[in-house]
T-cell receptor, first 112, second 110 residues
Framework: SQTIHQWPATLVQPVGSPLSLECTVE??????LYWYRQAAGRGLQLLFY??????ISSEVPQNLSASRPQDRQFILSSKKLLLSDSGFYLC???????????FGPGTRLTVL | DAKTTQPPSMDCAEGRAANLPCNHS???????VYWYRQIHSQGPQYIIH???NNETNEMASLIITEDRKSSTLILPHATLRDTAVYYC???????????FGKGITLSVRP
């Protein structure tokens, strides 16, 4: 069966510090991978998705970036965090671009 | 993707069926109805999805009206662990984006 991991589970960072969140998927090959953010009391916002290694599509302009260095690894980064970057970050995977998306456990980021 | 409308909350007695409604009157012919749920501080969990026909799996049943403008998620025997926010989503999947609204908060009472 397939499993998706995210770490860290929680993170508290000062404004202006860098960020690196990692997501890995097991039990499948060539998955589509997604990064979402859920701000407090709001719905999910798609940030990035990837259909393959090195292929990243950005949905909204922001100071975040994503990379996919390996088939089942997806990384969300920032060079300098803003207060508005606080939120619950979720990674998801699907087999195909129109298939069901399955979510990881999430990382709760607080920027102070 | 079409928009969905859900009541903000509902409650249900433990052991009884929970029927969660969703309206999607602008749904297109190629759009699926998906249901996810999110327990506090966890990632959304996929429940079920359907296009036209009713669907059932080990978690729930999905009843879609003939005109496809509304649907109902049924949890046949609700437990306390089913307390969560349930999201009804309509998507063709073509743009890869799942749009989660505010969902419906289901509270299962003992």
């Amino acid at each position: 069966s397939q499993t998706i991991h995210q770490w860290p589970a929680t993170l508290v960072q000062p404004v202006g510090s860098p960020l690196s969140l990692e997501c890995t998927v097991e039990g499948t090959s060539n998955p589509n991978l997604y990064w979402y953010r859920q701000a407090a009391g709001r719905g999910l916002q798609l940030l990035f998705y990837s259909v393959g290694i090195g292929q990243i599509s950005s949905e909204v302009p922001q100071n975040l970036s994503a990379s996919r260095p390996q088939d089942r690894q997806f990384i969300l980064s920032s060079k300098k965090l803003l207060l508005s970057d606080s939120g619950f970050y979720l990674c998801a995977w699907s087999r195909g671009i129109t298939d069901t998306q399955y979510f990881g456990p999430g990382t709760r980021l607080t920027v102070l | 993707d079409a928009k969905t409308t859900q009541p903000p909350s509902m409650d249900c007695a433990e052991g009884r069926a929970a029927n969660l409604p969703c309206n999607h009157s602008t749904i297109s012919g190629n759009e699926y109805v998906y249901w996810y749920r999110q327990i506090h501080s966890q990632g959304p969990q996929y429940i079920i999805h359907g296009l036209k026909n009713n669907e059932t799996n080990e978690m729930a049943s999905l009843i879609i009206t003939e005109d496809r403008k509304s649907s109902t998620l049924i949890l046949p025997h609700a437990t306390l662990r089913d307390t969560a926010v349930y999201y009804c989503i309509v998507t063709s999947g073509a743009n890869s984006k799942l749009t989660f609204g505010k969902g419906i908060t289901l509270s299962v009472r003992p």
